[in-house]
């Protein structure tokens, strides 16, 4: 029994992990590639025969543009680092070309998923507007900064790599480690959604904020789902494109042609989230 405490408890620091190397990693670029812009902009700026002042205001700006570029340069090295850690850490998987598991049903299964998660995400956001005004306040402006769905870096970044490579480490890695902590749950049910709600929640921590990690651990659930029920990252990886893709392009549209009420958000995000379960129902259906 001692031994068995010891082990699973290894096994959940090895979930916990990469979530923290993630974190680590995202605060050491930003830093690094802040200060090195500030150096060259001071240096430059010196041998230009700029006054302090305008060294100071071009070092400002100068700053809001390396933290963007600091999330390209993470989310890359990110996908690198957590994909070899996922091949040589979880057991070298075996490459499955996605021409088999993308078969028609699940293609529109996907994407009709990534479409009513973005939806709800998006709902969500809106009524806690109601609530919580003032964080999402700071959470807009907080994505404003990051550029995100204006910046190219930043559209490369969380439309085109992030999918990739957060699928990598949560449903991968993460979803792994945490299927070794519930190892032995006679119920497989309850087993992986247990295992499920773990990754999800280190999803959420992944993001850094509570606005973003609540709904991304509700995000989280569902891409598991995606991953657990057709045995393969690739749904989950087109899900999660789906949703960054439509938040950065298409939501902003759908929902100023909407009414901004509050019982208008929570009865699109109800009807999200039944839409979501009965298609998770259906699904498992099929399967049967």
Same mark, same amino acid.
């Given at each position: ?17 990469? @979530? /923290?190397?993630? &974190?680590?990693?995202? +605060?050491?670029?930003?830093? *690094? ?5 500030? !150096? ?70 996907? @994407? /009709?998923?990534? &479409?009513?998660?973005? +939806?709800?995400?998006?709902? *969500? ?5 109601? !609530? ?33 490579g957060e699928e990598i480490l949560c449903r991968g890695l993460t979803f792994h480690y945490a299927g070794k902590v519930v190892e032995g749950m ?36 569902? !891409? ?28 902003g549209y759908l929902f100023m042609a909407l009414p901004n009420l509050f019982v208008v958000y929570v009865g699109i995000l109800a009807v999200s ?16």
């Open positions: 029994m001692k031994n068995n405490f010891w082990k699973k408890a290894g096994w959940l620091a090895l979930m916990v992990l990469p @979530v /923290v190397a993630s &974190l680590v990693g995202q +605060i050491a670029i930003g830093v *690094l590639v802040v200060i090195l812009s500030a !150096l060259s902009t001071v240096l430059s700026g010196l041998g230009g025969g700029l006054t302090p002042e305008q060294i100071q205001q071009t070092i400002l700006e100068q700053s809001m543009d390396g933290i963007v570029f600091s999330i390209l340069v993470y989310h890359v090295l990110a996908l690198l680092a957590f994909g070899l850690w996922y091949y040589f850490g979880c057991g070298r998987p075996k490459p499955v070309s996605p021409g088999k598991v993308f078969r028609g049903r699940v293609v529109l299964v996907t @994407v /009709v998923m990534g &479409l009513l998660m973005c +939806i709800g995400a998006n709902a *969500l956001l809106g009524a806690a507007e109601y !609530l919580v005004p003032r964080m999402i306040e700071e959470y807009s402006e907080m994505m404003e900064m990051a550029g995100i769905g204006v910046n190219l870096f930043a559209i490369i970044a969380s439309v085109l790599i992030a999918p990739i006679k119920n497989e049910k309850a087993a992986f959604w247990t295992a499920n709600c773990l990754q999800a929640l280190m999803f959420g921590i992944m993001h850094g904020n509570l606005v973003q990690g609540s709904y991304a651990f509700l995000l989280g659930l569902c !891409l598991g789902w995606l991953r657990h029920r057709y045995n393969s990252l690739y749904p989950a990886m087109l899900a999660h494109f789906v949703v960054n893709f439509a938040s950065s392009f298409v939501m989230v039944a839409a979501i379960l009965m298609l998770m129902r259906h699904e498992e259906k099929c399967e049967r």
